[in-house]
């Protein structure tokens, strides 16, 4: 089931952090710790701009841990890195340094993804069957229908590992992502997407029809509800 929020990019950036913070307090009534794992992209910064904003240094960030739902890799200077781009907002919500995890900061692909598996085992102590059950994925959506780098023309849905390997379908650039069977296994699954030039796939997805071939829309939450936050611009097609 897919319920959807729309408004100006400003209320609707407002309403995900305040829904963001009630979720996490939540899960914090019977949870030690929470964990959220975040896209990468352009719109997650209109996120952490307004939990910034509104929210920083409330205690409950002691106990949230961010993981990534797909890093390039790059160097964590480089202005393409997902984790670059994030860690100074994040640490000024008041996010412990130590609880941010990067994806990938150098080295072998391949060894990152490996040992990224590794760390969500060690640091997600909810499991289901094996996976580590994030309690929340906050996923963009690509123009193409690709979320995390689970891009189109890739069979996603056979992968077994808890992330994988992949490669940008036009800039040939290498990519570490969750794989569909984490975020499937995640017990909140949000959608943020904005801007006009997202209109066609937001509705192409949410029509729920011949959209098989969109990894975003193989995206099937065990909790089997995915959030949608859109701005009037990426709904205006629906
Ligand atoms: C990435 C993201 C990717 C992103 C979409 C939307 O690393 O690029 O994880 O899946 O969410 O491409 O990107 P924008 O938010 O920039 O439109």
Known sequence: MDRVKKGETEEISQQLAEDVIHYLEACLENQEKVSMAVSGGSTPAALFQTLHSNYADLALWQQV???WVDERCVKTSDPESNFGNAREMLLKLGIPKKQLHPMYTGGSVTGACQFYEKLMKKHIPAQIND???LDLVLLGLGEDGHTASLFPGKDHHIETGLCCV???PNTGQWRISLSLRTINATKCVVFFVLGNNKAGVVAHILSRKDAAELPASLVNPAEGV????VDHAAASAM
């Open 131 to 133: 996976i580590p059950v």
């Open 166 to 168: 992949a490669q940008h």
């Open 226 to 229: 995915i959030d949608w936050y």
């Open 65 to 67: 841990h961010i993981f």
